[in-house]
Nanobody
Framework: QAQFVESGGGLVQPGGSLTLSCAAS????????MGWYQQAPGKQRELVAR???????NYADSVKGRFAISRDNAKNTVYLQMNSLKPEDTAVYYC????????????WGQGTHVTVSS
């Protein structure tokens, strides 16, 4: 089993930046792909950034060029650097090992709230 603790969210103005962190309690963390999911109010959870165990990344079109996923296998932690934030990025952000664009392999953590507003 695995547990995730997401942190780093908050209120930020449009155009601002935030860095989210996800501490993962998973044996052999380095073996797993990791992803960040975005769940906007009233919408389905959606995978927006993914990093494979080998370090390859891909992003949803909505965040490409603005968000960057990274990981520190020594710390069992995955990060999401969010730049040029827009009001439509307002959401709860979760991490997990991706199974699909809206599904994760493990039980979801509590997420971290990001609000982009002036």
């Amino acid at each position: 089993q695995a547990q995730f603790v997401e942190s780093g969210g908050g209120l930020v103005q449009p155009g601002g930046s935030l860095t989210l962190s996800c501490a993962a309690s998973i044996s052999d963390f380095w073996l797993y792909d990791m992803g960040w999911y975005q769940q906007a109010p009233g919408k389905q959870r959606e995978l927006v950034a993914r990093m494979t165990a080998g370090g390859s990344t891909n992003y949803a079109d909505s965040v490409k060029g603005r968000f960057a996923i990274s990981r520190d296998n020594a710390k069992n932690t995955v990060y999401l650097q969010m730049n040029s934030l827009k009001p439509e990025d307002t959401a709860v952000y979760y991490c997990n090992t991706p199974l699909s664009t809206d599904g994760g392999r493990w039980t979801w953590g509590q997420g971290t709230h990001v609000t982009v507003s002036s």
